[in-house]
């Protein structure tokens, strides 16, 4: 299998700036950092500009996210496809470049329908190089070093978003339609300018190349055929839930259901910036072994059963309090995205054929790309219509997800320690 100079770095040793010692991780990384400030800046704007500029209600918003992401489950596994079948350099440049193209059309969607589209495409590109990014990790390293690599790349997707995000803050301070098109264009044009950098990705990436004359040869079970993996895929999507609870749960129940001031949303988004920055790499040592990722899943979902809990409470009490416990449900909230991500990281790569690389991690993107998809709905669904109720409900799915992802890890465990 190939190595690559991470490997050489004893697990000790595998800090942060030890990890971008690695060529290709740091070219992936300095990328992934220019892209994700584009991310920021769009994350934090797309939303209010879609409700206040443009006159969209909440449930339409509901729907262009549900849609765009069901778009991104199919997406997904094609990009991861493609990956093991033409050049995943090219593959990604182009992917990421028509995302920025696509992110910087977003201003111009002046109805539901327009937004929808724009919406899709860019979704649906983005899943597919996120399925061809993860493919490139698990060709460009092995082990330990490829749980390292997603933690790593993780940690600087966190930096750049709250980069972005602040950046954004200048638009929000403005208030004006041109101020928030002039920044999405911006995002746009800097997601552009991260695929040029990705050019210099080595030619080690790539799929081998097949031989016509072994082209009977035999690549393992299809990721579609091994109920196990599809199983694991499923569960993680839907603790990947947590991620949309996030993004639209907690900014909608801190605004409407809260004595909280709506700064307090910001301030959440640094808590869980600042959490994955410092503690997403150590904690995601030793993953790569099933059992201990089924174990830090399963703590991960025990963690997020409580911060919604913590959530539900901030209802009704006084703004000193409701302060207070949203802060702790926020912190709880990263530790178990953190846990929950690392476990998952490693039982994706670990339980994958090695043999389909691209096929296996874009049949994993797609448990993500579900995730994002029902979490609209879901949230809508449970938190928004039903308060404390609909969050009892959210700590129970996040709750069972892990312990199905904490069964599989341990009989994977059995079964290879009895083989």
Known sequence: MTTSHAETIPAPKRTLRAALSDPTLKILASAILVSTVGRGIFLTLTVLYFSRFVGLSA?????????????????????????????????????????????????????????????????????????????????????????????????????????????????????????????????????????????????????????????????????????????????????????????????????????????????????????????????????????RAGKIVMTGGLLMAIACALYASAHGVPVIAAITLLCGAALLHSFAEILSQAGAWGLSFELANPLQAGAYQGMFGMGSALGAMLAPLVVTATVVEHGALGWTILGAVFLASAAGIALIARKASTTAALT
């Open 59 to 291: 449930v339409e918003i509901a729907v262009i996210l549900s849609v765009s992401s069901g778009v991104g489950v199919a997406t997904s596994y094609i990009g991861g496809r493609l990956a093991d079948r033409f050049s995943a350099r090219r593959l990604l440049v182009g992917m990421v470049a028509v995302q920025g193209l696509v992110i910087a059309s977003y201003p111009f969607a002046g109805n539901f329908s327009t937004a929808v589209v724009i919406a899709c495409i860019a979704v649906g590109v983005d899943r597919g190089a996120n399925a061809t990014r993860s493919a490139i990790i698990a060709r460009a390293f092995d082990g330990a070093n490829r749980v390292n690599a997603r933690a790593v790349l993780r940690t600087i997707t966190n930096l750049g978003i709250a980069m972005g995000g602040m950046i954004a803050g200048l638009a929000l301070l403005t208030g004006t339609a041109d101020a928030f098109r002039g920044m999405m264009i911006s995002a746009g044009v800097v997601y552009v300018l991260s695929a040029l950098h990705l050019r210099r990705l080595p030619a080690r990436v790539d799929a081998p190349r097949r031989d016509p004359a072994s082209a009977t040869q035999k690549r393992g079970i299809s990721p579609f055929r091994n109920p196990r993996y599809v199983v694991l895929t499923v569960l993680s999507g839907i603790f990947g839930m947590q991620f949309g609870l996030a993004e639209m749960g907690v900014p909608l129940w801190i605004s409407q259901d809260t004595n909280a001031p709506d700064v307090l949303i910001s301030v959440i988004l640094v808590i869980n910036t600042l959490c994955v920055v410092l503690l997403q790499v150590p904690l995601s040592r030793g993953t790569e072994d099933p059992r």
